[in-house]
């Protein structure tokens, strides 16, 4: 398996075909992550993700995200929502397009986030791994195959089509 990382980059603005609907992927007390939608395009692959922490957890989330006032101390510790994809034998962590949370980074109440990861490619055996994971909030590594079929653009169903 080759590793990659694979980048923070925007999606094209048009052109997409929802290839999977979403799915729940981790409901637990205080902490709910789901798959919102699979888009296709020539280019690759969109992956959108909710994440709703409340309770306790939202205060680790606050905490473990919050802005570092010094960029040079070291010391100051942050954590985020890991996601790693495998498709074919490409694997590695994937940075989010999104990575700053929609609301509740100040204050009391639930914290949510909507991350994208964008997939330079198409997996060629229609379906991908992926493992999220926040252990410093109570998410252990989850890992789900994500099932899409062929790709909806034939003319890039095979090719190396990275971003």
Same mark, same amino acid.
């Given at each position: 398996m080759?590793?990659?990382?694979?980048?923070a &980059?925007?999606?094209? %603005?048009?052109g997409?075909?929802a290839?999977? #609907?979403?799915? =729940? +992927?981790?409901?637990e007390k205080? &902490?709910v992550?789901?798959?919102?939608a #699979? $888009?296709?395009f020539?280019?690759? &692959?969109? &992956?959108?993700? #909710?994440l709703?922490?409340?309770?306790?957890r939202?205060d680790f989330?606050r905490y473990e995200?919050? *802005?570092? $006032?010094?960029a040079l101390d070291?010391s100051a510790?942050w954590s !985020?929502l890991?996601?790693?994809i495998?498709?074919?034998?490409?694997?590695? #962590?994937?940075?989010p397009?999104?990575?700053? =949370?929609d609301s509740?980074?100040?204050?009391?109440g639930p !914290?949510? %986030?909507t991350?994208q990861y964008w +997939?330079g490619? !198409? *997996?060629?055996?229609g379906?991908?791994?992926?493992?999220a994971?926040?252990p410093q909030?109570?998410?252990?590594p989850?890992?789900?195959?994500l %099932?899409?079929g062929?790709s909806?653009?034939? %003319?890039?169903f095979?090719?190396d089509a990275?971003?």
């Amino acid at each position: 398996m080759g590793r990659h990382r694979w980048p923070a &980059l925007a999606p094209p %603005t048009t052109g997409g075909v929802a290839v999977h #609907a979403g799915m =729940p +992927i981790v409901a637990e007390k205080d &902490l709910v992550l789901e798959l919102s939608a #699979a $888009t296709a395009f020539m280019s690759g &692959l969109l &992956l959108r993700f #909710a994440l709703c922490v409340t309770g306790v957890r939202a205060d680790f989330v606050r905490y473990e995200t919050r *802005p570092l $006032t010094d960029a040079l101390d070291w010391s100051a510790q942050w954590s !985020y929502l890991a996601v790693r994809i495998l498709v074919d034998d490409l694997g590695g #962590a994937a940075d989010p397009f999104q990575p700053t =949370p929609d609301s509740g980074l100040e204050g009391s109440g639930p !914290y949510r %986030t909507t991350p994208q990861y964008w +997939i330079g490619t !198409y *997996p060629t055996t229609g379906s991908l791994t992926v493992t999220a994971s926040w252990p410093q909030v109570g998410l252990h590594p989850t890992s789900f195959t994500l %099932t899409l079929g062929p790709s909806p653009f034939p %003319t890039t169903f095979g090719s190396d089509a990275h971003r």
